[in-house]
């Protein structure tokens, strides 16, 4: 079955420090993979895609098929990155999109 | 925003009552599905739609029922509400890709109580 774990609820760094956001995958397929923001009031947006190998606000998410993993990463972070992190896994052929349990990172100043 | 609404916003209902939620595109596409929020769980896919009339089942589908029976409406239905349906729902669209997995908008989520 396909899941997406991220094992930490939230997450807090200091305002400056390196941001790690782990995410790892089952699924038995070629893995479409995405990462989804939800700030304070807004809606639930697409953050970056692993296929476009982009990098959004300083975030970029490597695919790691060995390990199964899609952990976002920014070097420096921002208080505006606080918000509530979503992975999401794109189930080739149905058109289905799972997420995982999320990870609210916190920002401090 | 892309166009995409929820209605009701906010419902507070007792246990065993129907209850329906709408969610309404202006934008023609094609696939639409309804997830809850809940923390500790996160989001988790309860029905979705690739066309009209066409649905299929998520992860979460016992008790809920949806319809679409144009393209622009997909209604989520709980047919006798529990307190374990208590959550925040969203209703989402997919707007395609070109040779890439589309992406996914939102809208601003119904929360829904069951006393």
């Keep these: 079955a396909q899941r997406v774990t991220?094992?930490?609820?939230?997450?807090?760094?200091?305002k400056g420090a390196p941001v790690e956001l782990k995410c790892n995958y089952s699924y038995s397929g070629s893995p479409?993979?995405?990462?989804?923001?939800?700030?304070?009031?807004q809606r639930l947006q697409l953050l970056l895609r692993h296929i476009s190998r982009e990098s959004i606000k300083g975030f970029t998410a490597d695919l790691n098929k060995g390990e199964t993993s899609f952990h976002l990463k920014k070097p420096?972070?921002?208080?505006?990155d606080s918000a509530m992190y979503y992975c999401a896994l794109s189930v080739s052929g149905t058109y289905k999109y799972?997420?995982?349990?999320?990870?609210?990172?916190?920002?401090l100043a | 925003d892309a166009g995409i609404t929820q209605s009701p916003r906010h419902k507070v209902t007792e246990t065993g009552t129907p209850v329906t939620l709408r969610c309404h595109q202006t934008e023609n596409h094609r696939y639409m599905y309804w997830y809850r929020q809940d923390p500790g769980h996160g989001l988790r896919l309860i029905h979705y739609s690739y066309g009209v009339k066409d649905t299929d089942k998520g992860e979460v589908s016992d008790g809920y029922s949806v319809s679409r029976s144009k393209t622009e409406d997909f209604l989520l239905t709980l047919e006798s509400a529990t307190s374990s349906q208590t959550s925040v729902y969203f209703c989402a669209i997919l707007e395609p890709g070109q040779g890439v997995s589309g992406e996914l908008f939102f809208g601003e989520g119904s929360r829904l109580t069951v006393l």
Aim: proline letters at 3%.
């Design chain 1, 32 to 41: 479409e993979l995405f990462w989804y923001v939800q700030y304070s009031r």
């Design chain 1, 6 to 14: 991220q094992p930490e609820k939230l997450l807090s760094v200091f």
């Design chain 1, 98 to 107: 799972i997420f995982g349990t999320g990870t609210r990172l916190k920002v």
């Design chain 1, 76 to 80: 420096f972070a921002q208080e505006e």
